[in-house]
């Protein structure tokens, strides 16, 4: 792979894609133009067939950030009277419930631990003890701590309350089946910028064709109206406001690639790769993973910073990137801790050599006791 002199982005997205896909971006597009817009209409195409929908599902892909295509589902799909059940267990999840307060949608959490996730058993429980529940929101992939949510069990339980499923799958898309013929989802939704490996720019919301017909009127905004933009597209095959072309083209590209290696099993199988040499590697050389092996997605790894006095993130951070590595700083609320990507255009060698360049300046820095503050006291 090809990347330049660039550093590499160990972070869920912006990632380091593809020269290719970066060169798709050298040309530009006019909105209106038929090329452009059919450009559009296989990426949406390819997207469904993803996750296995083309019977009963569509795309409506939004400009923004992937919180712009979460909050737009919400908006969009639950009713201005519904009520949303949200097993919650760290940061994306908790802005779930923030967007769900804004919108002003009757909302209710089950609050749980960073390191723990829900069962089924527990969204029987909470479902069968409110009746008035019309939803489950559920992130797949809660890129907080890195852990992977059991969406095929909590999926069952909402088909046996005949609930409907609103899956946040920012950071699992593209890497983790999820398949919406055996599940009863009402939307999937993710962005450019993840495991596709696009560059960010754009969402999508993978929704369940008679759910949306049956949204028009329920969204709070006209810019984030998914059924008005759905239908405004069928009718013209246009976006309805300023796509973000160069990003739409690169996404396009990046569909390519993903398809050429094989799709959702063989990028996942090399995120995978990516995640047992990062997490091997780094316990050799001292640093603890926050998550055990069995719930950890193979998306990001969250590690307990060391204990040792001389360490401090930012400084740690400056050095490795000088090293040609970008890292993410921890998001748990409690304990020290950073994060390591394991998606983007990068195979297994990328993270050995990442984990030298750790260690490196770990050893620079003076950093002896690697062990975690906690384990340590
Ligand atoms: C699970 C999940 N949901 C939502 C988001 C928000 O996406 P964005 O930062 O693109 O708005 C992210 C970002 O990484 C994510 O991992």
Known sequence: MIIGSDPILLTPGPLTTTLETKQAMLRDWGSWDASFNAITGTICRDLVEIVRGAATHVCVPLQGSGTFSVEAALGNLVPRNGKVLVPQNGAYCQRIVKILKILGRSHVAIDMPEHQHPTGEMIDAALRADPAITHVAQVHCETGAGMLNPLPAIADACARHGKGLIVDAMSSFGAIDID??????DAVIAASGKCIEGVPGMGFVIARRAALEASQGNSHSLAMDLHDQWTYMQRTTQWRFTPPTHVVVAFRKALDQFLAEGGTAARGARYAANCRALRSGM??????PYLPDSVQ?????TFHGPADARYAFKDFYARVRDRGYILYPGKL??????RVGCIGAIDANELRNAVSAIDAVLKDMGVRDRQPLAAAA
């Open 180 to 185: 919406v013929s055996k599940y009863p989802i």
């Open 283 to 288: 316990e050799a050389i001292g640093l603890r």
């Open 297 to 301: 997605a193979p998306i990001i790894v």
């Open 333 to 338: 609320t409690q304990i020290e801790t950073f």
